[in-house]
């Protein structure tokens, strides 16, 4: 033996053993992850979104909730019951009252926006700008259209309330026992990283209940002050208008756009002056939200660009259709949540490991 070559063989890379295999075979099922992962997003986009749009109805229901436990000291299943059953009287008193003359002042506006529309068509062909008043309306047609695709389960009127009746549903669900699901969650997570993820749940639940009672502020003071002013200055259609505005100003930015292009169509269509003075009244009511409202209750919880969530409204709404604008707002804030609490938990860390090497 001892006159012979011993020659030890190694695995060759046709076997399972080599560390070359296997860091190819790790690094090809990340890739593989990776691809499945993006795929599931794609396919189950709407489920997904219908989940968030839950979470952030969620997040108001127990917003009211926590408000009312303030003032009341009963169990928190009533008071959810309370601020249930007050927005659905809400709802029902508000339509009862106003359904029918809402839906007479909707099919005039329609007319009325469609006349306003034909002529900045004409006006514009005066100035010699080759534009039709026909280009005008496949141009809003279009624009309307390219806000998101909306997927086949919201596509039509039943799919919509389906969905909207889900979302509901499972946001009740969630509201009863929130700490039930999040314990629930937490479960499926490594022990040394659950008080990480009950840190950063509980300040995401905190910046969207702030988010969204500012949001609801928003709308209340832009839709009931558009309404009280335009009405004040014989703004015809000033109960529809405020009623849209106060809906739209539940998306930052286009909303706020979308509504004041259609009070200023509508003041200009009984006379310059009313013209005038309903663009007044949406500067008045959007300095105020955007100045006053917003800064005091949302902006101090978020602190979020303008520039960043018309960004996200407009990418969201393009993959995920009309929940995806709704819903980009909430999105971006939870995101931001996120990043700021992983990146603090980085530097605490960084912080101990710099102690210990200095002691």
């Given amino acids: 033996m001892s006159g012979k070559n011993v020659h030890i063989e190694e695995p060759g890379p046709s076997e399972l053993r080599s560390p070359l295999v296997q860091h190819e075979i790790k690094r090809a099922g990340v890739w593989i992850a990776m691809a499945v992962a993006v795929a599931l997003v794609v396919l189950l986009a709407q489920p997904i979104m219908l989940i968030l749009g839950a979470l952030v109805l969620t997040t108001m229901m127990d917003g009211g909730t926590r408000l009312l436990g303030r003032v009341l000291p009963i169990g928190r299943g009533w008071r959810l019951a309370i601020v249930l059953l007050s927005a659905l009287l809400f709802m029902g008193y508000t339509f009862y009252l106003t359904g029918a003359s809402l839906a007479a002042q909707a099919q005039a506006m329609r007319t009325i926006v469609e006349a306003q529309v034909t002529r900045i068509g004409g006006w514009m062909q005066q100035l010699g700008v080759t534009t039709t008043p026909d280009d005008f309306k496949s141009l809003a ?22 969905s909207g009746v889900m979302m509901l549903v499972l946001a009740i669900f969630i509201a009863v026992d929130p700490r039930l699901y999040e314990r629930g969650v937490a479960w499926m997570l490594p022990m040394n990283s659950r008080v990480s993820f009950y840190n950063v749940a509980d300040k995401m639940g905190w910046t969207l209940r702030r988010l969204m009672f500012g949001r609801l502020i928003g709308m209340a003071v832009e839709g009931v002050g558009t309404w009280l002013l335009l009405l004040a200055g014989g703004v015809p259609m000033a109960g529809l208008l405020g009623i849209l505005t106060g809906l739209f100003a539940f998306l930052p930015n286009i909303g706020s756009i979308i509504s004041g292009v259609l009070i200023v169509l509508v003041g200009f269509s009984a006379g310059v002056d009313a013209g005038l003075y309903a663009f007044g009244v949406y500067l008045v009511v959007q300095i105020v939200d955007g100045y006053l409202i917003v800064p005091m209750v949302a902006k101090r919880a978020t602190d979020l660009a303008p520039a960043l969530v018309l960004a996200a409204q407009i990418i969201f709404g393009a993959l995920f259709g009309i929940l995806g604008l709704f819903l980009a707002d909430p999105i971006i804030a939870m995101i931001k949540v996120y990043l700021e609490e992983r990146s603090k938990a980085i530097n605490d860390s960084d912080d101990a490991k710099a102690i210990v090497v200095a002691k």
């Fill in 141 to 162: 047609t279009q624009a309307f259209s390219s806000i998101g695709r909306v997927t086949a389960a919201v596509s039509t009127m039943m799919g919509a309330v389906t």
